[in-house]
Nanobody, 117 residues
């Protein structure tokens, strides 16, 4: 089992940057694919980016070229660097960890990102 805690959200101007962090504890992070998801008000949860233990990453089209996901398994951390933020990036951002050898999945409590002038 793994516990996840997100941090780094806040209020930022359009065009600004934020770096979100996801701290994992309780299990070896390199046994999990980690994803960043977001949920805007009134919308469902959207998968934004994933990163495999190999470092291979995927992104939803709307953030390609602006967001970068990275991981530091030794320290149990996953990051989401968000540049050139847009108002439509506003939402609660959650990290989740999916166990590579089974179906177990864990979620953090989320961190709010608001892009507004």
């Amino acid at each position: 089992q793994v516990q996840l805690v997100e941090s780094g959200g806040g209020l930022v101007l359009p065009g600004g940057s934020l770096r979100l962090s996801c701290a994992a504890s309780g299990s070896l992070l390199n046994l999990y694919i980690v994803g960043w998801n977001r949920q805007a008000p009134g919308n469902g949860r959207e998968l934004v980016a994933t990163i495999a233990p190999s470092g291979q990453s995927t992104y939803v089209d709307s953030v390609k070229g602006r967001f970068t996901v990275s991981r530091d398994d030794a320290n149990g951390m996953v990051y989401l660097q968000m540049n050139n933020l847009k108002r439509e990036d506003t939402g609660v951002y959650y990290c989740n960890a999916h166990y590579i050898w089974g179906s177990s999945e864990y979620w953090g409590q989320g961190t709010q990102v608001t892009v507004s002038s």
